[in-house]
């Protein structure tokens, strides 16, 4: 069975960093697109940084300049540095991937989140 397990939430004071991890296990052949969403209280779920296998990335607006995604294939993980930390950045962070299982179909997976709480 495959899962995404993300790690690195907690609580930061306004200017600070995380690092935000999301390892995929099971029967994987590899991670093709992935992506970090942030829902906050109220608000929809939003797509804060994507990245292709090929090492295409997109960021949202909102974070350009302080967040960082990137990806370890070999270790089948996925990771989100986030840097210069705003109040509003506070919000429940999900790593969501299309994974390509060793029997070749892909299929798309969501992470069951980690808290990210930012202090002003």
């Known amino acids: 069975q495959v899962q995404l397990v993300e790690s690195g939430g907690g609580l930061v004071q306004a200017g600070g960093s995380l690092r935000l991890s999301c390892a995929a296990s099971?029967?994987?052949?590899?991670?093709?697109?992935a992506g970090w969403y942030r829902q906050a209280p109220g608000k929809q779920r939003e797509l804060v940084a994507g990245?292709?296998?090929?090492?295409?990335?997109n960021y949202a607006d909102s974070v350009k300049g302080r967040f960082t995604i990137s990806r370890d294939n070999a270790k089948n993980t996925v990771y989100l540095q986030m840097n210069s930390l705003k109040p509003e950045d506070t919000a429940v962070y999900y790593c969501?991937?299309?994974?390509?299982?060793?029997?070749?179909?892909?299929?798309?997976?969501w992470g069951q989140g980690t808290q990210v709480t930012v202090s002003s």
């Open positions: 969501n991937a299309d994974i390509i299982l060793a029997t070749g179909q892909w299929y798309n997976y």
């Open positions: 099971g029967s994987i052949f590899s991670i093709n697109r």
């Open positions: 990245i292709t296998s090929g090492g295409n990335i």
